[in-house]
T-cell receptor, first 117, second 109 residues
């Protein structure tokens, strides 16, 4: 299957700092990447859809100025949590989609656990 | 938007037992995937199965698209099967996967 990497896997930061998370599709090109957030013992919640070369589409309730997404190339998307606060602590997971005709499977990175002190 | 319901929410099995996990969805889909989330949080793709039946080792899945449900079968369960199993669907076009709440499986020796 296709491989998606995510870096860093874990980050601890002070309140008020910004944190950048990188997501890469290693062996395929992804015109569309997605960012999800997961709280303990809950399901994945979509935050935004990122298309290469265009602005991200954010889900309702997700602050676009707090969660900056850049999809700079067909293999790289970044999520920057700006001025992080303790309530932003969560598990962030990126996903990339392979599209071949009607086949459109999504693959997921290993996630980034963010703790804001 | 499309709704995805998984059952049961929790399941405890003795090692070696078989189980069936169910995923119901509220509208027609053009993509359905099953995942296993391991204790470290990694989502592992199990099946891409918008319709039909597939098998991979001790796991198999069936999706009956016309009746809007999918089943994941786990046979001869092992402790390493423990974790959360998610069903996720796409209803149309290039929209992202929508996840169910998952089934938390614990396999005890």
């Amino acid at each position: 299957g296709a491989v998606v990497s995510q870096h860093p896997s874990r980050v601890i930061c002070k309140s008020g700092t910004s944190v950048k998370i990188e997501c890469r599709s290693l062996d395929f090109q992804a015109t569309t990447m997605f960012w999800y957030r997961q709280f303990p013992k809950q399901s994945l919640m979509l935050m935004a859809t990122s298309n290469e070369g265009s602005k991200a589409t954010y889900e309702q309730g997700v602050e676009k100025d707090k969660f900056l997404i850049n999809h700079a190339s067909l293999t790289l998307s970044t999520l920057t949590v700006t001025s992080a606060h303790p309530e932003d602590s969560s598990f962030y997971i990126c996903s990339a989609r392979t599209v071949r005709g009607s086949y459109n499977e999504q693959f997921f990175g290993p996630g980034t656990r963010l703790t804001v002190l | 938007g499309i709704q995805v319901e998984q059952s049961p929410p929790d399941l405890i099995l003795q090692e070696g037992a078989n189980s069936t996990l169910r995923c119901n969805f509220s509208d027609s889909v053009n993509n359905l995937q099953w995942f296993h989330q391991n204790p470290w949080g990694q989502l592992i793709n199990l099946f891409y199965i918008p319709s039909g039946t597939k098998q991979n080792g001790r796991l198999s899945a069936t999706t009956v698209a016309t009746e809007r449900y999918s089943l994941l079968y786990i046979s001869s369960s092992q402790t390493t099967d423990s974790g959360v199993y998610f069903c996720a669907v796409v209803d149309s076009g290039n929209t992202p996967l929508v996840f169910g709440k998952g089934t938390r499986l614990s396999v005890i020796a």
